[in-house]
């Protein structure tokens, strides 16, 4: 699964501090078209707040993001969300009250641009997209129930489901299979990669998962304390000694 | 414009402030530490003032200054009571459970004591004026500011140097951590809430001899008391007072010079604040 | 198609109860039909705070300042203006539009609880300006001879232009909840950041909520004036903007007619009572304590759907 050689997401120099507690640390992170990039790094390297600032949700103390060659830095995280890049959150964030295919409903409405129409019936617009999306996903059978008493993996489906009805260029994943069965994540990830071969969609993910991260990575990035360590395929990693030092005593499995 | 004037009217202005941060401060305490929008407070206000009447007609006025509060801070505890189910819910719930019991007391209270004038007789030797700067200020003017400063500076003292002010402090900045700590929250909240009640009820009882006694004004008294605590900051007590003050100057001095539109600053003030600073001139930004 | 609306039970509820109150008010006594046309202007009014409400982070703690706004505006153009009837009230549609647009865009400029205090704000400092701007609105006297539509003569005739108004309006409202915009509105109740990731400017959308919404109240408020056949400061009171939410808290806010009922309720209750005694605004602050405490959502709650029933 390579890319197409382009780059679609760059990072120069981002830095994020809380006080004198530096987050993010000079990140310089460069993500090829098409491929499926893992962030990897013990808990407060940083990675989730890199993620927030590729999106906007947090500012930046300096630095600057590029989606495509355009300056997204000051860009305020809906037009980001607008230009292709779709965000999934540790903490799933659906239309708890609404059902299965109103969520993905939602955003089929959102990506085709009738968010101002006040005139069609809404309850039934885009039923066939909503349909194929829900088909995609395994979801069908659940389209009307109330996506806030869905499990914990099924949210995280919806979740993806919702994302990719925007047909995003760039998915951010936020440890998508943190929470769910061994069982269940593999068949997320497999899910996730699969819509990404038919979509052609880069996807950054960060993941604790080893298992996940050396199957389904084509390269993976390592964070510690802010920094950005290296970057390389998953052999490249497993024999790097300074990432195996990083990660002495934590479980790899 | 002689300099004597307008420093009279600043006096006034300065004066006026203080009263305002006496109405204000029950409402801050209450939303500080509480997080609770609270419409209620004009209402207690007002009962205190009627309470000084009633008081100060059967007693005299000192009995209805101390006894007073407390009989509004007793009907604040009943209120609590039935609010403790709100704490957690959205905050058009708070409002609108605020605002019921603000139009029930108010028609109490109209039912109560009825619609005529109602005077309160002072003291002889608070009924006076004393000249000062050669105009003459009422003597009960200067009580009350005496009263407001004392009173702050008790609230300063509290706040800063007792161990309740000191858990109140931390309810207001960690409601849930101080939880953890295995304080009794919820009696403390009952607590401040009655401690808010009593200082507005107090704040009434003050004013009465001097504003028009009247239940259906206790609204725009309350918003009064609001665009003050928005100007300061809702949690920040010191805010309230020295926007009270602000506020009270800019009011003398608006209806020494623009009489028409002084009306209308309070108000113009709150937007204005709000568009800039949201979080009001002393209040800390939230996150 | 009439097994559509039979299904429908929403459109069949409208349907049915303006066929009753049609036929009511052509056999009721004068000042009956006057109570069911207080309520139909209510009802808007409160339907219209409605509209924010479900709208995720809109608590519009002074819509009366639209209802004035509209009265006023209205009233002026006819009364002091001489402009003809039609005129008079398409401009003063179109300058509530522009006001709400205006003000709905300053109140959005903050946070969720930023808009609540702007918006009450702003409905203060309207009231202080119609209080004190005496050459211009007659202060606290108000202004009367705001004509009725010519139409249809008589109380009758007035009946049923309002009925005609609010039914359209009600329509109207009602296709916005029901459309693709509808959907977004309650996406946006539910998780504006959400929203938000999902490419859509929040703050723009809300800002056409509210427009939408103020310029229904500011309907009603014209409705109002001409039923009044004057003008009152009142119009804009604080007070107004209270009954208006309690009216939607007490019907149920999660439903489409549910602030109707609870408009009508708070009508009934406030003529009943206040032949009996004055203190009926304290009646209504105990029956909202009820209804907080009691119900989880008002009349018609529960379910959070705003399109069933």
């Known amino acids: 699964m390579k890319g197409t050689g382009q780059v679609i997401l760059r990072t120069v120099d981002i830095t994020k501090d809380f006080g004198s507690l530096r987050a993010v640390d000079r990140v310089n992170l460069e993500i090829d078209e098409g491929e499926v990039r893992a962030i990897i790094g013990p808990n407060g390297a940083g990675k989730s707040t890199l993620l927030d600032i590729v999106t906007n949700r947090s500012r930046p103390t300096f630095g600057n993001s590029y989606f495509r060659g355009s300056d997204i830095t000051n860009l305020p995280p809906f037009a980001i969300a607008a230009h292709g890049v779709g965000r999934c959150f540790q903490v799933s964030k659906l239309f708890a009250g609404l059902t299965v295919f109103e969520n993905v409903q939602i955003a089929c409405i959102s990506k085709g641009r009738k968010v101002y129409n006040i005139i069609s019936a809404g309850n039934r617009i885009f039923e066939i997209e909503v349909n194929g999306i829900l088909d995609a996903i395994g979801m069908k059978a659940m389209a009307g129930e109330e996506a806030g008493y869905l499990s914990y993996g099924d949210q995280r489906r919806l979740e993806i489901g919702i994302t990719l009805a925007m047909k995003p260029s760039l998915l951010l994943l936020d440890e998508p299979t943190a929470g769910v069965s061994r069982a269940e994540g593999h068949d997320l990830m497999q899910l996730i990669k699969s819509l990404a071969v038919d979509q052609n969609l880069t996807i950054v993910f960060i993941e604790h998962d080893m298992d996940m991260v050396f199957k389904y990575a084509d390269r993976i990035s390592v964070m510690h304390l802010g920094q950005l360590i290296t970057t390389g395929t998953p052999d490249d990693i497993r024999g790097n000694a300074m990432v195996r030092a990083i990660y002495l005593g934590e479980q790899v499995a | 414009m002689e300099p004597a004037q307008l420093l009279c009217q600043f006096m006034v202005g300065v004066g006026g402030g203080m009263i305002l941060f006496l109405m204000a401060a029950g409402v801050s305490i209450i939303v500080s530490g509480m997080n609770l929008i609270n419409f209620v407070q004009g209402a207690f206000f007002m009962l205190g003032a009627l309470m000084c009447y009633s008081l100060s007609q059967v007693l005299n006025f000192w009995w209805a200054l101390l006894f007073g509060p407390l009989a509004v801070a007793c009907v604040g505890g009943f209120a609590e009571l039935l609010l403790r189910p709100l704490y957690r819910k959205t905050m058009l719930y708070q409002l609108l459970i605020t605002m019921g019991l603000a139009f029930l007391i108010i028609d109490g209270m109209d039912a109560i004591w009825g619609r005529e004038v109602k005077v309160v007789a002072l003291p002889d030797y608070l009924n006076t004026t004393t000249p000062i700067l050669g105009l003459d200020f009422p003597m009960y003017y200067i009580f009350i500011v005496a009263a407001s400063g004392v009173i702050a500076a008790g609230l300063w003292l509290m706040f800063e140097k007792t161990r309740i002010g000191m858990i109140f402090r931390a309810i207001i900045s960690n409601r849930p951590m101080v939880d953890c700590l295995g304080i009794n929250v919820t009696l403390l909240f009952s607590i401040m809430f009655a401690f808010g009640v009593w200082l507005s009820g107090l704040a009434g009882v003050l004013m009465a001899p001097i504003i028009g006694i009247d239940p259906q004004g206790s609204m725009d008294i309350l918003f009064s008391m609001m665009t003050v605590l928005v100007i300061g900051g809702i949690k920040s007590m010191k805010g309230a007072f020295f926007a009270a003050l602000l506020v009270g100057v800019i009011n003398a001095f608006g209806s020494m010079f623009l009489p028409w539109f002084y009306a209308l600053i309070p108000a113009a003030l709150m937007i204005i604040v709000l568009l800039i600073r949201p979080q009001g001139l002393f209040g800390e930004k939230e996150g | ?309």
């Not at chain 3, 930023?114 to 702003?122: D, K, Q, R, S, Y």
């Open chain 3, 1 to 309: 198609m009439v097994q559509r609306l039979i299904h429908n039970k929403p459109l069949a509820f409208g349907l049915s109860a303006t066929v009753i109150l049609t036929i009511l008010a052509a056999f009721l006594p004068e000042h009956r039909s006057e109570l069911i046309t207080r309520m139909l202007i209510m009802a808007l009014f409160a339907t219209s705070i409605n509209m924010q409400v479900g709208s995720a982070g809109m608590m519009p703690l002074g819509q009366a300042q639209f209802f004035g706004l509209g009265a006023y505006a209205f009233g002026l153009l006819c009364v002091k203006g001489g402009v003809p009837f039609p005129y008079g009230l398409f401009f003063a549609l179109l300058i509530s539009l522009f006001a709400g647009a205006m003000i709905g865009y300053l109140c959005l400029r903050g946070d969720s609880l930023t808009f609540a205090l702007l918006h009450l704000a702003f409905n203060i400092l309207l009231v202080s300006v119609a209080a004190k701007w005496i050459s211009l609105t007659e202060g606290d006297q108000g202004f009367t001879g705001v004509p009725r539509p010519g139409l249809i003569p008589g109380d009758f005739g007035f009946y049923l232009f309002v009925l005609f108004v609010v039914l359209v309006c009600f329509i109207l409202i009602w296709t916005i909840i029901n459309s693709p915009f509808g959907k977004v509105m309650q996406g946006l109740r539910e998780n504006e950041e959400r929203i938000r990731f999902l490419g859509i400017d929040s703050k723009r959308f809300q800002l056409v909520v509210f427009t939408f919404s103020s310029l229904f109240a500011s309907v009603s408020g014209i409705l109002w004036a001409m039923m009044q056949r004057s003008v009152f400061n009142t119009y804009m009171s604080l007070i107004l903007s209270a009954e208006g939410l309690m009216m939607c808290l007490i019907g149920g806010m999660s439903s489409f007619f549910g602030p109707s009922i609870g408009a009508a309720i708070v009508v009934i209750v406030g003529t009943i009572a206040s032949t009996y005694t004055r203190q009926w605004q304290g009646l209504l602050g105990l029956i909202i304590i009820i209804c907080v405490l009691g119900f989880r959502g008002g009349i018609l709650g529960g379910k959070k759907s705003t399109i069933g029933l």
